[in-house]
């Protein structure tokens, strides 16, 4: 466990916070000059992207969980992507919106070049690929310990 700051930090990170606003929320009274250094000085630490990893795995467990996995992270991605504007039903989740008029009826769907985009980081192709790598590096670590 992490001292009480540095719990909160990881806790609202893992609760999908970005880690300017779980540092703000951990550390209320911190100057902003001091935010930027800070932050990334906690996001690198191992301890605390260890017990990151830990309180997802731990959420993604419970029943109902809210918690979206890597997994189904990726494959809405790839429906998004594969996803044909005629063929989707009136009812389908991808729907981003839906707008009726006298005339027509208009319906939206999210971006796909952003879609890959994202797909790409968390597959460590992408942009955001050393923090995929570090990732994957803490769920064998995690799961190499055994059930949290």
């Known amino acids: 466990m992490l001292s009480g700051p540095r719990q909160r930090f990881a806790e609202g990170v893992a609760s999908g916070l970005s ?18 250094k800070n932050t990334s000085r906690l996001t690198k630490n191992d301890e605390v992207k260890a017990e990151i990893v830990r309180i997802r795995a731990a959420a993604a467990l419970l029943p109902g969980s809210a918690v979206l996995t890597l997994v189904e992270k990726r494959e809405f991605f790839a429906r998004v992507v594969r996803a044909k504007l005629k063929e989707l039903p009136d009812d ?42 570090a990732l994957t590096e803490l ?3 995690i799961t190499a310990r055994g059930p949290v």
Do not use: F, V
Request: glycine share 4%; proline share 3%; charged share 30%.
């Open 92 to 133: 389908s989740d991808l729907w981003q919106e839906i707008t009726i008029t006298a005339d027509s009826i208009k319906r939206k769907l999210p971006d796909k070049l952003r879609a890959i985009h994202t797909d790409n980081d968390l597959a460590a192709e992408g942009s955001g690929a050393g923090a995929a790598d």
């Open 139 to 141: 769920m064998k670590t």
């Open 19 to 36: 880690a300017a606003q779980a540092y703000r929320a951990a550390y209320p009274t911190a100057k902003r000059s001091e935010a930027a």
